[in-house]
C-alpha cells in the first residue's frame, strides 16, 4: 500500500508488487536476521498472486536463490481456485501456468486445487473428469475445436 499511495511513485497493484518484491531481493539483511539460526523450523512465505512474478519475471527465482543459500530446503506449493479448473481450456491454462512456474523456480513443486468443497456436484464430476490426463476429453470442452485435435 505503502508503494502505491507514494506521490512519485504512482504504481498501480501489480507494480508495487513488482516494486516491493525487487526491494525485498535488493535488501535481505533484515529478513535474514528475522528468520534467525533456528534449526528444525518450518516457515512459510505466503506470496504474491501475480503470476508475472513467477513466469515473466525471476524476481521470485531470486527469491528462492537466497533462501537457498542459507541453507533452507525451499519447496513451492501453487495453489489453483478450482472453480476455475472445471472448463477445459482453463484447466490447460492453469495446468500449463502451475508447470511455467514449477520450470521457473525450479524446485519441489506441489500444485494444491482450493475450494473444491465449494463446487457443485457437476462442478466436481467435471473436475474428476479433467484430472484424468486424457487429452482429448480436455479439448473437446473448448469451443471450436469439437475435440478434434
Not at 35 to 42: A, I, T
Amino acid at each position: 500500500d505503502d508503494v502505491m499511495e507514494d506521490e512519485e511513485m504512482k504504481f498501480g497493484p501489480n507494480g508495487g508488487l513488482v516494486f516491493s518484491m525487487e526491494f525485498l531481493i535488493e535488501n535481505t539483511d533484515w529478513l535474514e536476521e528475522a528468520l534467525g539460526e533456528e534449526e528444525d523450523d518450518y516457515l512459510l512465505f505466503d506470496c504474491p498472486g501475480q503470476i508475472e512474478l513467477y513466469t515473466h519475471m525471476n524476481v521470485m527465482r531470486r527469491f528462492v536463490d537466497v533462501l537457498q543459500q542459507w541453507n533452507f530446503r525451499v519447496c513451492a506449493v501453487f495453489l489453483i481456485d478450482s472453480h476455475f479448473m472445471v472448463d477445459g481450456g482453463k484447466f490447460i491454462s492453469g495446468a500449463m501456468a502451475a508447470l511455467s512456474v514449477m520450470v521457473n523456480l525450479e524446485v519441489p513443486h506441489v500444485n494444491v486445487l482450493s475450494k473444491v468443497d465449494l463446487l457443485s456436484a457437476g462442478g466436481r464430476k467435471q473436475l474428476e473428469r479433467f484430472l484424468e490426463p486424457d487429452t482429448y476429453s480436455l479439448t473437446s470442452d473448448i469451443q471450436g475445436t469439437q475435440g478434434i485435435l
